[in-house]
C-alpha cells in the first residue's frame, strides 16, 4: 500500500485536528485498548466500542440473515405463531441443522424468537417487518446491490464489472427514458409503491394538503402518494408526471383506485420535456436524492417556472441531517447512490442551497414522524 502524499498547500492544523490525532493515536494503541477494558470507568465505554466494531465486521451477515428470512418467507409462515424447526426445514428445502442455525442467527438479530420445545417465532423486528411490505421488497432488491459491492473499490474506482443495481433503475442509464420498456421499469415502480403507504403518512402529516387545489406529483410513480393525497384531500384536482412506462402504470393504478376522473397523467422526462401547468403545489417525493446536483438545479427551476404565485413545491425524501440516527442513512446512500451511478444523499442544508440557487426564496424545513424514513422542505419563490 503507498503512502498518501500530503502537499504544503494543506490548511493549518487547527486546534480541534491537535484534539483529534491525540484521540486517534490513544484508540488505536492496543496498550491503551487493554488498559480502558481493565479499568472499571472505562469499561462501558470499551464494550460499546468493541461492539460498534463487531457490528461493522459483522453487518454483512447480518442483511445476508434478514435477506434469508425474506426469501423463505419465514416472517409470512411464522404470522400465524410458532412452528417446530423440523416443519420450517421441510419448508424450506433445507436440513433441520440448516434451519437451526438460521433461526439461532435470526433470534440473536431479534427477527425471530426461541418459543421452547425446538419452536420458534417472530421477534419483535420480525412481527414489525411484517407490518411494512416495504422492508421485504428492499431487502429483496438488495441482491443487485450486493453484487455490485462484491468488490467495493473496484466499485468507488468505476472500474469494470456491469452495475446490477444501474439496470434496476434504468432511468439512471437513459435519462430520456425513451428506451424504457414496461418490464424494465416494473420492479423498481413496485418497489417504491410498496414503501409508498408509509411514506406518504409522514409527509402528509407533516405537510396537509388541505389548503391547496391541484397537486402535480413528479416523478410520482405509481400513482400510491396521489392516492394517499386524494384520500386526505377530496376537494384536490390531481397530475402525475413520470417516464412513459411508468405513466403507463399510474394510469391503471390509479384508474383501479376510482381516480381516473380525478388525475391527468402526464408521460415525460424531466430532462427533456417541460412539466404540465395548473398546480398549485408540486411534489417531488423521493425523486431529488437519486440526481447529480446539476440535474436537480435544472428540475428546481422547472418546477419554479410552472408554479403560480404564492405555489408551493413540497419536497420529502430521507435527509442526512434531520433525524438522530441518521448517520446509518447518510452512509447506506453515500455508497447506494454510487452503486446505482447518480444521485448523493443531501443534508436539508443543502437542499435549502440547491432550492436557493434555483430561485425559492422561501424554504421551510419541516418535523417530520420519522425522520430518519422522510424529512419535508417546503418552499416557495
Ligand atoms: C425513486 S422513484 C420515487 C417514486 C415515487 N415518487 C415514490 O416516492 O414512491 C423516482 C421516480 O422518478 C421517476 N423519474 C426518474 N427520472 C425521471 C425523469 N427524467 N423524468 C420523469 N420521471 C423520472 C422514476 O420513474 C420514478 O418513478
Given at each position: 500500500m503507498s503512502t498518501v502524499v500530503r502537499h504544503d498547500t494543506s490548511p493549518p492544523i487547527s486546534l480541534s485536528d491537535r484534539w483529534r490525532g491525540w484521540r486517534d493515536a490513544l484508540?488505536?494503541?492496543a496498550s491503551f485498548q487493554r488498559w480502558a477494558a481493565a479499568f472499571p470507568l472505562t469499561r462501558p465505554?470499551?464494550?460499546?466500542?468493541?461492539?460498534?466494531l463487531f457490528d461493522l465486521c459483522a453487518g454483512f451477515v447480518y442483511s445476508q440473515t434478514l435477506a434469508a428470512c425474506v426469501q423463505l418467507d419465514l416472517f409470512e409462515t411464522l404470522r400465524a405463531g410458532p412452528c417446530e424447526v423440523a416443519a420450517l426445514a421441510s419448508h424450506a428445502a433445507m436440513s433441520p441443522d440448516a434451519m437451526l442455525s438460521l433461526c439461532e442467527a435470526a433470534s440473536a438479530l431479534q427477527l425471530l424468537e426461541h418459543r421452547g420445545m425446538a419452536r420458534f417465532g417472530l421477534g419483535p423486528l420480525g412481527a414489525a417487518l411484517l407490518g411494512n411490505p416495504g422492508i421485504a421488497a428492499m431487502v429483496?432488491?438488495?441482491?443487485?446491490l450486493y453484487a455490485d459491492l462484491g468488490d467495493p473499490v473496484a466499485l468507488l474506482r468505476g472500474q469494470g464489472r456491469e452495475r446490477r443495481l444501474a439496470h434496476y433503475w434504468p432511468y439512471a442509464l437513459d435519462q430520456s427514458g425513451a428506451t424504457l420498456t414496461r418490464d424494465s421499469v416494473a420492479s423498481y415502480t413496485a418497489l417504491m409503491a410498496a414503501s409508498q403507504p408509509m411514506i406518504a403518512d409522514i409527509v402528509l402529516a407533516a405537510y396537509p394538503l388541505s389548503g391547496h387545489r391541484c397537486l402535480l406529483d413528479v416523478g410520482g410513480g405509481d400513482g400510491s402518494f396521489l392516492a394517499a393525497a386524494a384520500r386526505?384531500?377530496?376537494q384536490l384536482a390531481l397530475g402525475l408526471f413520470d417516464l412513459p412506462e411508468v405513466a403507463a402504470i399510474a394510469r391503471e393504478r390509479l384508474a383501479t383506485a376510482g381516480l381516473a376522473d380525478r388525475v391527468t397523467i402526464a408521460p415525460g422526462s424531466f430532462y427533456t420535456d417541460p412539466l404540465p401547468t395548473g398546480a398549485d403545489v408540486i411534489s417531488l417525493i423521493r425523486v431529488v436524492?437519486?440526481?447529480?446536483?446539476?440535474a436537480v438545479t435544472q428540475l428546481l427551476t422547472k418546477v419554479r417556472t410552472v408554479l403560480p404565485e404564492n405555489g408551493v413545491l413540497l419536497l420529502g425524501e430521507p435527509m442526512r441531517d434531520t433525524a438522530k440516527g441518521a448517520d446509518g442513512v447518510s452512509a447506506y446512500f453515500e455508497i447506494y447512490l454510487r452503486a446505482m451511478g447518480q444521485g448523493r444523499p443531501r443534508s436539508a442544508q443543502r437542499l435549502r442551497e440547491l432550492l436557493n440557487l434555483a430561485g425559492f426564496s422561501q424554504v421551510r424545513v419541516l418535523r417530520t414522524r420519522?425522520?430518519?424514513?422522510?424529512?419535508?422542505i417546503v418552499a416557495k419563490s
Open positions: 484508540l488505536a494503541s465505554i470499551a464494550r460499546r466500542r468493541a461492539a460498534e429483496r432488491h438488495h441482491a443487485a386526505q384531500a377530496p436524492h437519486d440526481h447529480d446536483d446539476d420519522i425522520p430518519l424514513i422522510a424529512g419535508v
